[in-house]
């Protein structure tokens, strides 16, 4: 992707999966109006791109949420790393009209320019591969926990030392969530 891509990305990684990235993107796409969405599924075979209404809508499905938190746009990629960059390109290109995009995956944020890249972790949890990488682009921490801790010694193998740190309990939509939004809107305005 190029510097000059007229979108705001925001990328949402995480550190394993079901830490909380769709619930952070639906909370993200409820208060960014004229935002789209792409979700990313890794796969070892195939490349597909899906924005088709009837699939995306299915009860249940990631896509689905995204539609009902306000996005204007959602796209479904599913694709091996090795494929990602030219399908990521059309996903983008479809949001064209768009004030910007929320994009879930770690992966993606290897290919793009985001304008802010958010990951999200638990105290003491697990990190699959990609998170590591994910993790050191981080401009902002998110902290999957029902209590706030002030020890966040964990984070350092991983994450940029100028990231912002945010506790927020995404399970109960409890935390940190206001002053979140607040500093998202300020970096992407």
């Known amino acids: 992707m190029s510097a000059a891509e007229p979108l705001k990305i925001i990328s949402v990684t995480g550190a394993h999966s079901k830490v909380g990235k769709t619930t952070l993107c639906s909370i993200l796409l409820r208060e960014l109006n ?14 597909v791109l899906i924005d088709d209404a009837t699939i995306l809508n299915q009860e249940g499905k990631d896509t689905a949420l995204f ?15 090795n494929e990602l960059e030219g399908i990521l390109e059309i996903a983008i290109s479809r949001m064209s009209g768009l004030e910007g995009v929320v994009v879930e995956g770690n992966s993606p944020v290897d290919f793009l320019n985001p304008h802010l890249v958010i990951f999200i972790t638990e105290p003491k949890g697990k990190l699959k591969p990609s998170a590591i990488k994910a993790g050191g682009k981080a401009d902002i921490v998110i902290i999957n926990s029902k209590k706030q801790a002030k020890e966040t010694d964990f984070l350092t193998p991983i994450i ?25 809107k300020k970096r992407i305005n």
């Open 34 to 47: 004229g935002f789209g969405a792409i979700k990313f599924t890794k796969t070892s075979l195939y490349t």
């Open 67 to 81: 539609l009902d938190s306000g996005a204007e746009k959602v796209v479904w990629v599913q694709s091996p790393y």
């Open 160 to 184: 940029r030392k100028n990231a912002e740190v945010f506790w927020i309990d995404l399970r109960e939509r409890k935390g940190e969530i206001d002053r979140l939004l607040t500093f998202v």
